[in-house]
């Protein structure tokens, strides 16, 4: 087990590696940059500027300061668009408030996307199966970009109930609409899974058994068939949650939450590449470390699993 | 007698088992077949050709072209710029003053195109890279995971960004930086079938005729896994029209004066609190369709296609 858990450890350091260089020299190599605006500067202010930031050095120099900074010191380096900020501020400003409602909208997708599979595989062709259905159909054609909008619309515009945007410390009132747009179609998927892996398990043998036995149904479900039947849900999460961290960009945007996804786009628009590639490490950092952690609670929960990392 | 057993029984049921004995049908023919039963799958595909008839002639009834300011309206939108027949903005002028229903028109041909286009080509290239991992193992194998798992954790905007810098924003960059942000769509899934089928005695027969091996993955194994091909191109030409929607909505899509649904959902989502929600409504209207119509067509291809299913 805990070597396992340092094996992936260690594979983690060179994807990493190599996910910087990747990224570095794919946007240094673009042509433009984040002083290049439509009048140009004058080339002794360029130069001046470009020494400020150290980018009249070779581009391996760069990365390797870059990459030595981050290690020694957890420094992403000075944000080029906007003044007086690094990168290490920026991400502690957004990264919480992402966070929190990507946290939110986690709950939002289990508490609702489970116990909506179960009941749609113990009613199987019922009201609960067609309603899920539905569910899932309607959060598959509503993607989070039109869905939020009608939101808005809803509760915002005409009957004045929420907030349209904006953050004020996290009260809930400003949670509640990003964490449901950003969660519904992944509720829809996680109960679509649950659904399928509880009908998988409630055809298999040892249900067959427990019923022979005379088990009474709501035993038979608690405590035999619940547990299989998550495992597929909870593997399922880890990239969900991911997806969503990343996914938020858009919510960032349209609810003005002040997210890192705004900074994400607005680094994008202006060519800030400190902010862009610190970004991009955060956020596959993130999924590593959640990949890691389900296959660890995957491992605990399902002991075939444990024997094979030996 | 319940129906079934009437029907089972009856003299039109056995001419056609007669019938279907005498004429040996091939795989696809049988699951052919099994998608023209289902009738919401064959009615999106008629929804779909609509679209597509849309998006081909519906420019030749429209009175204005899609980048010309009306300036009649201009200015008093929200007053004078809602749908109606007699000035010819059938669908309502957009916030420049140009028609929306020749902006719809541009909007579908650009989702359409890049759906269609961009998701079968990022399927295949990531089905031949599968399949030739699959088949070689070894060294190639875990170069392509391992290339596989970074690309996955680099989040996708940053190549919409650089692509852009380096080549522009037009529909056929859209096109190609799509496909390249895509190529691991269907890479795990045949792999996977690849690996299973490479073991088998008609491999093996291949191989000791003296096949190369491309010959035997291209001629023997693509056969084999093309059902899975399919049904895995239907799921992502959905998701890459999503995605162009996404990412137009974000701003850092297709140019303008050109337009997507992506594009215009986002503009009419910006200027809803004005009032102007026929804005809104037209392109997310259009999105819909195609999204719902898609999902059966996917729905009914796996249905058709899976063996499990059977």
């Known amino acids: 087990m805990l070597n396992f858990t340092l094996r992936r450890l260690f594979a983690v350091i060179p994807t990493i590696l190599v996910l910087i260089v990747f990224s570095f020299y794919l946007m240094r190599l673009a042509p433009g940059g984040p002083f290049t605006s439509e009048r140009p500067l004058p080339p002794a202010v360029m130069a001046n500027v470009l020494e400020r930031y150290g980018m009249d050095e070779p581009l391996h120099v760069q990365l390797w300061s870059y990459i030595k900074n981050i290690v020694l010191y957890f420094d992403f380096g000075p944000s080029f668009s906007q003044k007086d900020r690094t990168v290490n501020d920026v991400i502690a400003q957004g990264f919480p408030v992402t966070l929190t409602y990507g946290f939110w909208s986690a709950i939002f997708v289990l508490v609702c996307g489970v116990p909506l599979g179960i009941i749609a595989a113990l009613r199987h062709n019922g009201f609960w199966d067609y309603t899920m259905t539905g569910l899932a159909i309607f959060s598959q054609i509503f993607p989070n970009f039109v869905l939020a909008p009608l939101m808005v619309l809803l509760f915002t515009l005409s009957w004045g109930l929420l907030p349209g945007g904006g953050w004020n410390g996290g009260q809930w009132q400003y949670i509640v609409m990003p964490a449901i747009a950003l969660g519904t179609s992944y509720m829809a998927g996680v109960a679509r899974l649950t659904r399928g892996s509880m009908l998988e398990v409630l055809n298999s043998p040892f249900i067959r058994t427990a019923r022979a036995k005379g088990l009474p149904e709501r035993t038979i479900i608690i405590r035999h068939a619940l547990k299989p039947a998550l495992l597929p849900t909870l593997t399922y999460m880890g990239p969900v949650f991911v997806y969503m961290i990343t996914g938020s960009v858009f919510i960032d945007v349209f609810f003005s939450t002040g997210g890192i996804g705004q900074d994400f786009i607005d680094g994008a628009y202006s060519r800030d590449y400190s902010i862009l590639l610190g970004l991009a490490i955060l956020y596959s950092l993130l999924t590593f470390a959640l990949t890691l952690m389900l296959d660890l609670l995957y491992a605990w929960i399902d002991p075939k699993v444990r024997s094979s990392m030996g | ?310």
């Open chain 2, 1 to 310: 007698m319940t129906s079934a057993s009437r029907r089972l029984k009856s003299r039109e049921f056995a001419d056609a088992a007669a019938e279907e004995m005498i004429t040996s049908r091939s795989f696809w023919a049988d699951a052919r077949g099994r998608f023209l039963r289902n009738r919401m799958a064959v009615f999106s595909v008629f929804m779909l050709l609509c679209l597509v008839v849309f998006a081909l002639f519906g420019h030749t009834i429209a009175v204005w072209n899609y980048e010309e300011i009306d300036w009649a309206v201009l200015g008093q939108v929200k007053t004078e710029g809602g749908p109606s027949l007699e000035n010819g903005h059938w669908f309502g002028v957009d916030e420049l003053g140009r028609d929306l229903y020749a902006r719809v028109v541009q909007g579908t041909r650009t989702s359409l195109m890049v759906g269609f286009v961009a998701g079968p080509l990022s399927v295949m290239l990531g089905a031949l890279i599968g399949a030739m991992a699959g088949y070689f193992g070894g060294r190639f194998d875990q170069t392509v995971m391992g290339l596989y798992t970074i690309w996955i954790s680099i989040p996708y905007i940053i190549f919409f960004v650089v692509w852009q810098a380096f080549f522009g924003r037009s529909l056929t960059q859209m096109i190609i930086v799509i496909i390249i942000v895509n190529w691991t769509a269907g890479l795990l899934i045949v792999r996977g079938q690849v690996m299973m089928l490479k073991n088998r005695e008609f491999v093996d027969a291949a191989r000791m005729l003296g096949m190369s091996d491309m010959a035997i993955i291209f001629k023997h194994l693509m056969p084999n896994v093309l059902w899975v091909v399919v049904i895995y191109t239907s799921l992502v030409i959905p998701e890459v029209i999503m995605a162009e929607s996404l990412v137009s909505f974000l701003g850092v899509g297709i140019q303008e004066p050109n337009t997507s649904w992506g594009a215009l959902i986002s503009e009419g989502a910006r200027t809803m609190t004005f009032g102007t929600l026929w804005q809104l409504a037209f392109p997310a209207m259009f999105f819909v369709i195609a999204q719902v119509s898609l999902f059966y067509i996917g729905d009914g291809l796996r249905d058709a296609l899976d063996p499990k299913e059977r």
